[in-house]
């Protein structure tokens, strides 16, 4: 089990305690703390054995910490490696319905807090709405459409599943578990949503969701056309890469275009009203590009890892 924190010496001591006994190995990522985060965690391999305190000599942000933590994980030799964040929000007592469905045979399963009626009731408003927009372009991004909540951090994985990923290249920050998903798609692993609960804390989440959201979106429009590269053109040429392709640049030129032709017919009197041939050539491809794009997403959709 990896544990991530970054200044938790009021919870940490209390989620090592609750993981539960067949849990064969803590790793504590301590992320540089300024406060008693390492020290209270110290305490605690003193009485368990299975506790191990690893601390980074500066911040990296929780996914550079989970990250540290899955390394030593696979050097320990474990076959399945958990997270769970410092903080106290997730309740280990779910950690078994995660593990049933690696044993099921899947690659990676993760908690998906939407799938619990009535729970959202504890988190904020502005929170819920952050976290849907997100997931909704998570989505896309990752090619996992079936999945959702995409950043819950509660997860295990597959220890022959995480040495096929680029650990160097996943993002480092609060981005993490969307870019995992981006590189488990690659791969081709299957993943699990799992209902789980998250338990709200005296604080909240030390996210700006006005800049968070704006920053991640363009992360994830960058995410997406390397995944659709990677998977779709790179590592093999298949039906979606063929028609997304060519379907965005008609829908580019159709939009442009189009855009050009508005201009000389309702802002640049000096030009004459375009004639119909001329704006065909905007509305075909538009249109075209617009078939096409929906098409290949349709075979992603169906193409995603079951």
Same mark, same amino acid.
């Given at each position: 089990?990896?544990?991530?924190? @970054?200044?938790?010496?009021?919870?940490?001591?209390?989620?090592?305690? /609750?993981?539960? !006994?067949?849990?064969?190995?803590?790793?504590?990522?301590?992320?540089?703390?300024?406060?008693?985060?390492?020290?209270?965690?110290?305490?605690?391999?003193?009485?368990?054995?299975?506790?191990?305190?690893? +601390?980074?000599?500066?911040?990296?942000?929780?996914?550079? %910490?989970?990250?540290?933590?899955?390394?030593?994980?696979?050097?320990?030799?474990?076959?399945?490696?958990?997270? &769970?964040?410092?903080?106290?929000?997730?309740?280990?007592?779910?950690?078994?319905?995660?593990?049933?469905?690696?044993?099921?045979?899947?690659?990676?399963?993760?908690?998906?807090?939407?799938?619990?009626?009535?729970?959202? +009731?504890?988190?904020?408003?502005? !929170?819920?709405?952050?976290?849907?927009?997100?997931? %909704?372009?998570?989505?896309?991004?990752?090619?996992?459409?079936?999945?959702?909540?995409?950043?819950?951090?509660?997860?295990?994985?597959? /220890?022959?599943? $995480?040495?096929?990923?680029?650990?160097?290249?996943?993002?480092?920050?609060?981005?993490?578990?969307?870019?995992?998903?981006?590189?488990?798609?690659?791969?081709?692993?299957?993943? %699990?949503? #799992?209902?789980?609960?998250?338990?709200?804390?005296?604080?909240? /989440?030390?996210?700006? $969701?006005?800049?968070?959201?704006?920053?991640?979106?363009?992360?994830? @429009?960058?995410?997406?056309?390397?995944?659709?590269?990677?998977?779709?053109?790179?590592?093999?040429?298949?039906?979606?890469?063929?028609?997304?392709?060519?379907?965005?640049?008609?829908?580019?030129?159709?939009?442009?275009?189009?855009?050009?032709?508005?201009?000389?017919?309702?802002?640049?009197?000096?030009?004459?009203?375009?004639?119909?041939?001329?704006? &065909?050539?905007?509305? #075909?491809?538009?249109? &075209?590009? $617009?078939?096409?794009?929906?098409?290949? @997403?349709? $075979?992603?959709?169906?193409? %995603?890892?079951?």
């Amino acid at each position: 089990m990896v544990v991530p924190a @970054f200044n938790e010496e009021r919870h940490i001591n209390s989620v090592i305690r /609750s993981i539960p !006994r067949y849990v064969d190995h803590i790793v504590v990522v301590n992320d540089a703390s300024t406060d008693e985060t390492e020290t209270i965690a110290k305490n605690c391999a003193k009485s368990d054995s299975r506790v191990e305190v690893l +601390t980074r000599a500066h911040r990296g942000g929780v996914g550079a %910490a989970i990250v540290s933590g899955h390394l030593r994980a696979v050097e320990l030799k474990a076959d399945a490696i958990g997270v &769970m964040a410092g903080d106290g929000q997730m309740d280990p007592n779910h950690l078994k319905s995660l593990i049933d469905k690696i044993v099921e045979g899947y690659d990676y399963a993760k908690g998906n807090r939407f799938l619990v009626e009535g729970h959202l +009731t504890g988190m904020p408003r502005h !929170r819920i709405i952050g976290n849907v927009i997100l997931s %909704a372009m998570s989505k896309a991004s990752s090619g996992y459409w079936n999945i959702f909540d995409h950043d819950n951090g509660f997860t295990v994985i597959k /220890s022959s599943t $995480l040495r096929k990923l680029p650990l160097s290249r996943i993002a480092t920050d609060y981005n993490f578990e969307r870019d995992m998903l981006v590189h488990l798609n690659i791969v081709g692993a299957r993943v %699990a949503d #799992v209902p789980i609960e998250s338990k709200y804390p005296d604080r909240y /989440s030390k996210i700006h $969701l006005y800049t968070f959201i704006p920053r991640t979106s363009v992360f994830l @429009f960058r995410r997406f056309f390397r995944r659709v590269f990677v998977r779709y053109l790179f590592n093999d040429v298949r039906p979606f890469g063929v028609l997304f392709i060519p379907g965005l640049l008609l829908l580019l030129w159709g939009f442009l275009f189009g855009g050009f032709l508005t201009y000389l017919r309702y802002i640049d009197p000096r030009h004459a009203s375009p004639s119909t041939g001329t704006v &065909m050539l905007s509305i #075909v491809p538009l249109f &075209m590009g $617009l078939q096409l794009v929906l098409f290949a @997403f349709v $075979l992603d959709v169906l193409d %995603a890892p079951r």
